[in-house]
């Protein structure tokens, strides 16, 4: 690989925390239709730079999620300015490619000297001035974690929280594959620190709106199960998001109903977006069906066992096309 096209070095906790120390100003972005992993990110980070006297800005192109407004300090999210910020620093969280920040809050940010790239996807580019990657980490929380401790940032209670929450929301409470004995050990840290963890676990797990529940039914009405058994798909129409109201983030974790089911080894949510694009969420529980490789054929990403594709519709050509896709990585794998 030539030196113009090679990819460059993760960067150390030292050097990051270098960058922290040695400015004032930062902006703190995260992608688009944010997870718990983003807005956990942001405010993690976020709070312990205020708390260590730092002028700080969390953005997102799409504002808070309403699932997530429970959090702690999560009134410091916003949307994207219409001038660009004087933030010496952005720092980009739990953000595969740099465009999934969003042309607004992209804008926001474009006075930033240093763009710092944390995150946890194995298709991140690494598109910072320094990055920081760790695809073995289940969580981008859980990389700031380990960064705040080893930097000695402060750890306020917003910190705390958010730092939970992105890990337990990305890793399916404790649940996935990718959680490892160090996530056990920071929920155990944070529990000690003061986290109350029946009662957020109740306020991620056990307060959803109703609409919540009517999508559900309508999905289960669509659900599809291939002739082998393996692959279960259902498919969300944009009119359906009209007639029920739905905000983005009422269709979160909702794919891993139909992984759940036995015998399924990939499960595919087809959503018809307000724009006539397709969002295709994939999950696997087989690592030879690494739905990550299955993405990057449309332009997607993610995770070996959790991945993406936003595509051109319309729906039933992307459906064809994107399940094709996964019946060839079937018989590949021999299964």
């Known amino acids: 690989m030539s030196e113009s096209t090679s990819i460059p070095e993760n960067a150390s906790f030292e050097q990051i925390g270098e960058v922290l120390r040695n400015h004032q100003s930062f902006v703190l972005i ?5 997870d718990g992993d983003a807005i956990g990110s942001q405010l993690a980070l976020g709070y ?22 429970f959090m702690a300090g999560s009134g410091k ?6 001038e660009p910020l004087d933030a010496e620093v952005a720092i980009a969280l739990d953000t595969a490619t740099k465009p999934r ?10 006075k930033a000297k240093i763009w710092l790239n944390i995150d946890h996807h194995v298709s991140n580019p ?5 990055n920081l990657i760790d695809s073995k980490s289940p969580a981008t929380g859980q990389i700031l974690y380990q960064l705040i401790i080893a930097l000695g940032l402060p750890m306020p209670a917003e910190s705390r929280d958010a730092i939970y929450v992105a890990v337990s929301t990305d890793t399916g409470s404790f649940q996935y594959p990718s959680t490892t004995d160090a996530t056990y050990a920071l929920g155990a840290d944070l529990i000690r620190r003061g986290l109350d963890v029946g009662t957020i676990n109740s306020l991620i797990y056990d307060n959803y709106p109703f ?9 289960l009405n669509t659900l ?8 279960a798909n259902w498919t969300m129409r944009d009119q359906l998001r009209i007639d029920l109201g739905l905000l983005p983030e009422d269709s979160e974790g909702l794919i891993d109903l139909i992984r759940a089911i036995r015998g399924v080894q990939l499960a595919v949510f087809f959503e018809e977006l307000p724009d006539g694009k397709i969002r295709i969420s994939m999950r696997s529980k087989d690592r030879r069906l690494d739905v990550c490789q299955i993405a990057t054929e449309f332009g997607g990403g993610g995770h070996a066992l959790a991945a ?3 595509m051109a519709g319309p729906l039933e050509d992307a459906k064809s096309r994107v399940l094709g896709a996964i019946h060839r990585r079937i018989e590949a794998a021999g299964l």
Request: hydrophobic share 45%; proline share 6%; aromatic share 2%.
């Open 30 to 34: 995260s992608h688009v239709r944010p």
């Open 126 to 130: 690494k598109y910072g001035d320094l």
């Open 48 to 69: 312990a730079l205020m708390a260590a006297g730092k002028s700080v800005r969390l953005i997102n192109e799409d504002g808070l999620p309403d699932n997530l407004a």
């Open 77 to 82: 999210i916003e949307l994207p300015p219409a």
């Open 308 to 310: 993406g594709i936003r």
């Open 101 to 110: 920040l969003g042309d607004n809050a992209l804008r926001a940010a474009s």
């Open 211 to 219: 609409r919540r529940l009517e999508l559900m039914r309508a999905l």
């Open 224 to 231: 599809e199960l291939s002739e082998n058994g393996l692959v």
